[in-house]
Nanobody
Framework: QVQLVESGGGLVQPGGSLRLSCAAS????????MAWYRQAPGNQREWVAT???????AYADSVKGRFIISRDNAKNTVYLEMNSLKPEDSAAYHC???????????????WGQGTQVTVSS
């Protein structure tokens, strides 16, 4: 089994910054794509950013230029640095990873429980 645990959420004023972390643990052979999604109450889940293994990061237009996704493969961790935060960024942020648990198993998607980000004055 693989567990993903997010941290770093909280209350921040508009224009402020937060850094989210998501660490994977358990039976991990390799991690491919790491990504962040968010979901505000009453809204559908929204893709935020993706960090492919060995590729270029991609961002939703709504966060491009303000958010930065990065990863530490040695720590099985993905980060989301969020700058110039706006009230509309308020949501529960979830990480997801495509993980292979053994050398001959197929990749599966795993999700964290989420960390709340609230942007308000």
């Amino acid at each position: 089994q693989v567990q993903l645990v997010e941290s770093g959420g909280g209350l921040v004023q508009p224009g402020g910054s937060l850094r989210l972390s998501c660490a994977a643990s358990g039976s991990i052979f390799r991690i491919y794509t790491m990504a962040w999604y968010r979901q505000a109450p009453g809204n559908q889940r929204e893709w935020v950013a993706t960090s492919p293994s060995g590729g270029v990061a991609a961002y939703a237009d709504s966060v491009k230029g303000r958010f930065i996704i990065s990863r530490d493969n040695a720590k099985n961790t993905v980060y989301l640095e969020m700058n110039s935060l706006k009230p509309e960024d308020s949501a529960a942020y979830h990480c997801t990873m495509v993980v292979v648990t053994t050398s001959n198993s197929k990749p599966n998607d795993y999700w964290g429980q989420g960390t709340q980000v609230t942007v308000s004055s």
